[in-house]
């Protein structure tokens, strides 16, 4: 499509860059959805939670780059994507959290806080995990979370 095609449907840079990220959130909402549809157990909801999201945000690329790039902060739709996302995150945490204990797997006190806790998680391996390549293979890290969340760290006696 040439340049003044897409200014026929775009009126700036900036509503082209913000429908690009509209699009990849709506990839990353299904993909995420069809994967926890996908498995009926709540540790394997939450496995596949946690792989497909990060997953996701490594072929993302505009989306993760809009949402947690403080530089492009002066876009004042890219605050109202960042607070839709991290509330849709929770919800579906919670949803898998509520799921767990329902079925008596999880043992969680306040679905709120372990779903922000979770997501604190998640939010902190992108930085390491997508910036800084290390050779380290994204399947091994994300096990070792997930061993962390589900076992903990504490032997039990």
């Known amino acids: 499509?040439?340049?003044?095609?897409?200014?026929?449907?775009?009126?700036?840079?900036?509503?082209?860059?913000q429908a690009v990220v509209l699009y990849e959130a709506n990839l990353l909402r299904n993909e995420l959805t069809t994967a926890i549809k996908a498995v009926d157990s709540p540790i394997s909801k939450m496995e596949k939670y946690v792989f497909t999201r990060m997953k996701a945000f490594e072929k993302l690329a505009?989306?993760?780059?809009?949402?947690?790039?403080?530089?492009l902060a002066h876009f004042e739709f890219i605050e109202k994507i960042r607070e839709k996302y991290d509330r849709e995150e929770?919800?579906?945490?919670?949803?898998?959290?509520?799921?767990?204990?329902?079925?008596?797997?999880?043992?969680?006190?306040?679905?709120?806080?372990?779903a922000l806790a979770i997501?604190?998680?998640m939010k902190g391996l992108e930085v390491?995990?997508?910036?800084?390549k290390r050779e380290v293979n994204i399947d091994h890290r994300l096990?070792?979370?997930?061993?962390?969340?589900?076992?903990?760290?504490?032997m039990k006696t």
């Open 128 to 132: 390491p995990m997508f910036w800084q």
């Open 1 to 17: 499509m040439g340049k003044s095609s897409v200014y026929y449907y775009f009126k700036s840079k900036e509503e082209i860059f």
């Open 119 to 121: 997501q604190t998680t």
């Open 62 to 71: 505009n989306y993760y780059n809009a949402i947690f790039d403080k530089n």
């Open 143 to 154: 096990r070792a979370i997930l061993d962390v969340l589900f076992y903990g760290i504490v």
């Open 90 to 114: 929770i919800a579906i945490l919670r949803l898998i959290l509520y799921y767990g204990v329902k079925k008596k797997i999880f043992k969680v006190e306040n679905s709120e806080y372990t």
